[in-house]
Each structure stands twice: as C-alpha cells, then as structure tokens.
C-alpha cells in the first residue's frame, strides 16, 4: 500500500474567498486526493495523495473553475505584477465620458458607449465565457449578463455605472485584502534570512536550511538568530518579543539556551546549533500559524456550506422576478428584467464569505504576536466558550522549580548524602522537575554504566538496580509507608527491603498565578487543580490562589478519567486543561482546548496541545479568550451587516426602489467594509 504524501502549492491571483470553497470542493470530489484545504488567507493549497505528479491535474481542475488563478511550487518566490485593470478601467472611463457627456455625432457617442462596454466588461466577460465552457456560473457571467441586459433595457448608463463600481470596488478589495495579508505577515516577521556559518576562523552567510546540528553559527548585533542552539562564546541581549510578547531583553551567557526568531539586540555570540532548521522554534511557530486557518470553525465551516445554496436561490428568484412580476403587477416586461438584474448583480456571497475567514487568521496572527500560538481558528472559536478551566499543578501553577529542604536519615549506616545520591543516580534516566533539582543538589558526576533494569512506575516513582542492590526512589507507596507529616513532595529512598531515608523537596507558586485565577472567575470561569501531589501541598496550594475545586494524590489515569467525566456533564460550555506540556498530553489531548505552558519553545508544548502559550504567564489566559471574544464579535458584525444590506437591497429592488449602485454597494461596498472592519481585530489591545 502506498503511503499518503503531502502536497503544497501556492495559488496566485486568487482574489475570492468563494472562489477558494470552489477550488477546494472540486478538489476534494476526487478520491485521490484526500485533506484538500484551500487556505484564501495564505494563498495555499495543500493536500495528501498516494499518486505522484499530480500538478498537471490540478492546473486543470483550478483553470476550469478560476481561469486567472496560476498554480505555483510552495517555495516559489512571487514577484508583484503591474496590475494593467485599473489602466483599462479609466480607459473605460474616458471612453464613457466621450459616449455619454460630451456632445459629439450621435454615431461617434454610440462607438465609444460600446467601447466603454468591450473595455470595462472585458475581464468580467473573458471569465464568464471559459467558465461557461465549463457548464459553471460565477459572479463573472452574473454582472456581465446584468451590465448588457441593462444596455438591452435602455439603462445604458445605469449598466456602465455598475461595471464601474464594481471594477474600482474590486481593485479595492483586492489591495484591502493584500494589506490585512501584509499587516498580519509583518506581525509575525520572524523568519531570519540568513544563518553566518563558522568555518575555522571564516564566516560565511548560508541559508538556514543549509546548516547541521552541531555547526557553529555567528549572531551579530541587530541579527536574528535562525537556528536554536547553545551559546559558547560571548554575552548578547536578546529580545524574544516576536515569540513570546514580551519586551523585556533576555541576557544570555555561555551555556544558555537560545531559540531562533530572537534578536540580538546587543552583543556578539557564538551558538552551537542543537536542531535543524526544520525543527527549530522559528519554524515551527510559523508553520503553525500558517497553518492555523486550515482547521474551520464551525462559523467558517456554515457559511462555507451556506454560500454553495445562496447564489443559485438567488438566480431562481431573479427568474421569478423577471417571468411573473408584470403578471400579477402592472409594470412591464422591461421593468421586470431590470430588477431582476438587479438580484443578479447582489447575489455574490463574497463580503460573507471572506470576513469570517480573514477575521479568524487576523485573530490567530494578533495572538501570535502576543505570544499565544493557536493551532486553529476552530480553537480561536472555542475560547470564548471555555466555563471551566483544568489546571495542572507543578510546572503550571507553581514555577517547577524545587527546592530541597529537608533530607532526612533513618539508618546509621547511611548519610544524608548516601540517601541523595542513591536517589540522584536514578533520577538521572528521567527529565521530570524533581529530577532535576536532586541532580543540581548532589552536583556530581554520576556513572550511569552500572545501572540496570531501571523502570518508571507512573505517579509512584521509579526503581533500578546496582552493585546487586535493589533500589527504589519515590512516593510513600512505592515503598509502602506511611507518608512523614512533611509539607512537600516526600521522594523515599528504599535500598532492597529498608527504607533509608527520605528528601522533602518544595515548589513555589508563580507570582501571576494567583492574578490569572481573580481573572478567570470575573470572566465566570470555573477553575480546578489536579494534582499528583499529596493533599497537604495541594490545599495550601490551591487556597492559596483561591482555586473552586482541589484534587490531590491523582495519577495521570485518575486526572485522565477526572477531565473525561467533566467534560461529559459540562453541557453549557467547554473544558480547557492547562497543563505543562510534558506528562499531560493525553489530558490535553482530550479536553476540548488543552493550553500548554510550555516556557519559551519546548517543543514537546507545541506538539502536545491546541493552544501554546509560549512564556509561562498565566496572565495570557485572559488574552486569549479577550481576543476569540473580539474576533467573534467583529465575525457577528460583518455577516449581520453582510446579510441585512443584501435582503434590504433585494427586497427595495422587487419594489422597484432600487438601482444597480445599490446592488454594487451591497456586494463589492460591503466586502470593503467588511475587511476594513475584520482588521480592527489587529488593532486591539
């Protein structure tokens, strides 16, 4: 069997978000291809298929539906083209004043009133003619047909009217849409051009994709880093805004961790790289967020299915309009045709159907800025929707970072610092929070040769053995005993049957946690603690941030089951788990939105759930839900405002109160308001 492959092209010239459904319905009507998503908002298709070659396919299939569109490789560096429409619109202009306002020979006005129709209706009606070789109607034939039955009525200057509206409305949403697409792109300006590559004692400038793991890489003053690695020379300021978004410079030294996407805002550094560029921070967020939008929203998803049945009704009705109107009124035939024209004219679903995607991706990109990474405007959508929040306790609540208070010997032949090191040299086959901090405090070089049968025994502990010693390292259970009356993680060491001792560790809360938690009951967020830890850490944690509800003592299977059961009888909202990204990734895979905060870049964070928050400020909760609150909002305005123009207009056009102008104004008029609205959306906050 052959296995699914993905691919990537870039649709240039697409300029209608309807247009996009089109492409992407056709698409998906194949069986070879399967995940067809057009993304309107990036100009991108992708889709899986087991064939191989199949670009000439979909040329074929997008050429019959959008004649215009050209179908390029995803690394295809697009030039900007001289846009020769708005030189043949004010031609057609110039041809309309001489046809219709200056007074010349009744045959010269006649010559230049149909020039001014062959130069204004010329793209509508190359367009509408290719499609209609195709058995496939668009808004192309519908304003043709309507601007030459308008000159057919006697309306000539009415149809040329229309035409020009409609082509100077289309040439303004066109550069209303590429400046919303540049606004959010700058947003998330974070992609380095460049890598300096280290070579002895040259430098040279390389691609990011060029440079392997362990390669030297020179970040100068005012450069971005491309690639996350590990600094072995020098000192830099770095401002990591663009990932986190947060302004405060982070110094780093020697040793220190960097992540591709930061600036040096100050200094020289030499960085040993510990990933590809594929998989670094930078990459990664940007494949993220660009690939946000291809996850729908219910909202996005109905209005997709909703523009499919709205502009053939609207056909039918201009047909009713136009046949049955002088029957059971007393105008004619020719009035009938032109309000029926009128119908045609409106019946262009875009202003619905481009607000709600482009107000989702400008929801997802102003996010990205604030640090917040969504991984789909399905998600974006569900924020506002959150009326209990689940929260993790170590390494989400509290800082994950440990303290050894206390280290306590019940044997006389063994010291506080046996009792450590036995504990130390099985925590060095494992990453958790308590590892580290027994490994920090015992600070010495540990062989692990002699280690064997070394197992990790979830929310218990672990076990291994050496020099023919069984050992065991971890909670009271492990080595059942009853717990000491410590308040703190209690980690025992048990060497075969005695217990020599035990290490009480101790974790503090983060300082915003508690101002998150006030935040989310004003917002009538219902919140939760799980933990694993035991009840006495887990109560003066929890009353301490003021949490509705406190678990303790929990295995990753009890919290698993917790979520699950919450989730079932929560009916009016949905359930969001906070966690750290690392052991509850089947929890946030389950919840309806799992958040991760996973300090700057962990990798395992972003893989592992639906929203990233990309530092470890709880705070960012409230900006997350604020801006799916907004984005919802402004989606509300533009389809009310969308819907209510089109039916007014419609309705006044029956009535013979209306004129083509106000048919344009409700189509082309309220896509541009529309858009100019949805970008309000980046200007918040």
């Not at 047909?319 to 262009?348: D, G, Q």
């Amino acid at each position: 069997m052959n296995t699914l492959k993905k691919y990537k092209y870039i649709l240039k010239d697409l300029d209608c978000a309807d247009c996009a459904n089109k492409i992407q319905n056709k698409l998906s009507e194949n069986p070879n291809y399967k995940n067809v998503v057009v993304n309107f908002n990036t100009l991108k298709l992708t889709l899986e298929s087991e064939l191989d070659n199949i670009k000439p396919d979909i040329i074929k299939v997008i050429s019959e539906l959008e004649p215009e569109v050209e179908v390029l490789d995803i690394d295809t560096k697009i030039n900007e083209k001289k846009n020769y429409n708005l030189y043949r619109v004010i031609v057609g202009i110039i041809f309309v004043i001489l046809g219709i306002y200056v007074k010349l020979p009744w045959y010269f006005n006649l010559i230049f009133t149909i020039l001014a129709y062959c130069t204004l209706l010329f793209r509508t009606t190359k367009n509408a003619i290719k499609l209609l070789m195709k058995k496939t109607i668009d808004e192309n034939f519908l304003i043709t047909v309507s601007c030459i039955g308008a000159y057919f009525v006697g309306e000539q200057i009415e149809g040329l009217m229309v035409i020009i509206l409609y082509e100077i409305g289309k040439l303004l949403e066109e550069k209303a849409i590429n400046n919303t697409r540049k606004s959010i792109t700058d947003l998330m300006d974070i992609k380095p051009e460049y890598a300096n590559l280290k070579h002895e004692n040259h430098e040279h400038k390389v691609k990011p994709d060029e440079v392997n793991v362990g390669d030297i890489i020179v970040i100068k003053q005012g450069e971005k880093i491309p690639i996350d690695g590990i600094v072995i020379s020098g000192k830099a300021s770095l401002n990591t805004s663009s990932l986190t978004g947060e302004s405060k410079l982070q110094e780093v030294n020697i040793n220190d961790e960097v992540l591709s996407g930061s600036i040096n805002e100050n200094g020289l550094i030499e960085v040993k790289t510990t990933k590809k560029y594929e998989d670094s921070t930078v990459n990664k967020i940007l494949e993220l967020v660009e690939n946000a939008t291809d996850k729908k929203a219910k909202t996005e998803t109905f209005v997709n299915k909703a523009s499919r049945i709205y502009t053939p009704i609207v056909i039918f009705l201009a047909m009713i309009v136009a046949i049955f109107l002088p029957i059971i009124t007393n105008i004619t035939y020719s009035e009938s045709i032109y309000r029926a024209l009128i119908f045609l004219v409106i019946s262009c679903p875009c202003a619905i159907v481009i607000s709600v995607p482009l107000s989702y991706f400008s929801g997802i990109g102003k996010a990205s800025k604030s640090g917040i990474l969504i991984k789909g405007s399905n998600f974006l959508d569900g924020l506002k929707d959150i009326n209990y929040m689940v929260f993790d306790k170590t390494g989400t609540l509290t800082k994950g970072e440990f303290n050894i208070e206390k280290i306590k010997s019940y044997s006389d032949k063994y010291s506080e610092e046996d009792i450590l090191k036995y504990a130390s040299i099985g925590e060095s086959f494992s990453n958790h929070p308590l590892a580290i901090t027994i490994l920090s405090k015992y600070n010495k070089k540990i062989d692990e040769q002699g280690v064997t049968d070394f197992k990790e025994i979830s929310g218990k502990g672990l076990s291994y053995k050496i020099d023919n010693k069984n050992i065991k390292v971890g909670n009271n259970e492990l080595v059942d005993i009853k717990k000491e009356n410590e308040i703190g993680t209690v980690i025992y060491v048990k060497i075969d049957d005695e217990i020599i001792g035990y290490i009480v560790l101790n974790d503090s809360i983060k300082k915003e946690a508690k101002v998150a938690i006030k935040e989310l009951k004003d917002m009538k967020i219902k919140t939760m603690m799980l933990t694993g830890d035991n009840s006495e850490i887990a109560t003066k944690v929890g009353k301490e941030l003021e949490i509705d509800n406190i678990k303790s003592e929990m295995l990753p299977t009890d919290k698993y089951n917790e979520v699950e059961n919450l989730i079932s009888n929560n009916l009016k909202g949905k359930v969001a788990f906070v966690g750290d990204g690392i052991n509850d990734s089947p929890v946030l895979a389950l919840s309806d939105i799992g958040i991760s905060m996973g300090g700057i870049g962990a990798s395992s964070a972003i893989e592992a759930s639906d929203i990233v928050i990309m530092t470890d400020d709880l705070r960012k909760l409230k900006e997350a839900i604020n801006i799916s609150k907004i984005t919802n909002n402004i989606i509300k305005q533009n389809l009310i405002f969308a819907i209510f123009v089109k039916v007014l207009v419609l309705i006044l056009s029956v009535l013979g109160l209306a004129q083509m102008w106000m048919a344009i104004f409700a189509d082309v008029g309220v896509t541009l308001l529309t858009i100019f609205n949805t970008i309000r959306i980046l200007k918040k906050f």
